[in-house]
């Protein structure tokens, strides 16, 4: 059995249905539509800092997986190692922030991972790209080899197959790192009137005075699937996106996403995108921009042209549950960060992201900082077969 790899610079070269055959059970941020446009609208660009070497695995001549990469000089904004790459290049001189990086640019999002749908042996496949992955990082002097927000606690398949992949990995000296994200998980409720029972009667409560409050406004909330909407809805998008980066960010920075990325959601991926539109007297007020696929929603982006006390939530939380229920998602994903999303009825989950160092030097140095901030956290374990867990 003949296996052959290749690199591929841009996703624009690789068929859209293999790409989407093998992503089928994957999450709609692994499809190939979102990748092109990231990349044709320059958000995912050399220019950005992200390098396309997407990675296709051919066996017998067929093509049977790819793993979506980037070769990255700098460690900004990948989310998920809150740091970690940047403080250990500063300490030690090191440059690990130079490597590949197997995530979905710009979209910290629980979901990454290889892609391989319909293989008979999908951990061979994936140990196989992983091998190849080292022979790149050590031919081209990477320092690194990281995987950020993976599939791991939410892929589809068995929770054997997802503790096999994670013992491959820290078989092959990827360090797995934990963070914390929000779900919202469907328990069966029959309506919106039935999730608000988990609550305790003080925070029931102040909910329903909250969307009171958005009624007596005059605000009407709807959803409006991608499909059905203009070109135009995806550009108000884009205006809204700006306004709350600008708000949180300043104007110094410039976005991640521009108007054509926008523009080419609606031309290769409205059929995964949905928008909360809260509207009065006709005229939007607010909108959120959501992701869905199978039976899992994902919340993106979100702006105002006018504040309202509790539009935010109303648009981009309580709507999308409403939405949710009705619907039969049995996952809402609310997007990153945000304490206040635990006290509307999310609930916190780990998310897994991995990283492997190169060099010997490099390595060692890198444990050594690592298990030192591990003892003074006191926080995760070195087991005796060697994982290493922070």
Known sequence: MALRFDVVSEISRID????????????????????YALEKSGSASPERGYRPRHLVLYQDGNPVAVAP???????????????????LAELTGYPYHVGLLAAVPLTPVPGYQFLCHGSPNPLRLHEALLDYIDFLCDTQKLVTSRMYFTAMETAAGDARSRQDLHRLLVGKGYVNLKSEYCLWFNRGYRSFDDFLKVFRSSRRHKIKRELRD??????DIRMVEGREAPESLFDDMYRLYVQTWTKHMGSDLRPFFNQQFFRLLHERFRHRCAFSIASRSGETVAMAIF??????????????????????????????????????????????????????????????????????EERKFAYSVLERMQARAKA???????????
């Not at 990469?69 to 403080?87: C, I, K, P, T």
Request: with cysteine; net charge neutral.
């Open 16 to 35: 859209p249905e293999l790409w989407n055959r093998l992503s089928w059970q994957a999450s709609p941020i692994m499809e190939w539509g979102y990748f």
């Open 69 to 87: 990469l980037y070769q990255r000089e700098r460690s900004w904004v990948e989310f998920g190692d809150g740091g970690l790459l940047q403080f």
């Open 214 to 219: 958005i009624a007596a406004a005059g605000i």
């Open 291 to 360: 992701y869905h696929k199978g039976k899992q929603l994902y919340g993106r982006y979100w702006g105002a042209f006018e504040d309202y006390p509790f539009l935010h939530f109303a648009t981009c939380y309580y709507h999308p549950i409403r939405y949710a229920i009705g619907e039969g998602y049995q996952v809402l994903d609310p997007g990153f960060g945000g304490e206040h999303k635990l006290f509307r009825g999310f609930e916190v989950v780990p998310a897994s992201h991995y990283i492997k160092f190169y060099g010997d």
């Open 380 to 390: 995760g374990e070195v087991s005796s077969k060697g994982e290493r867990r922070f």
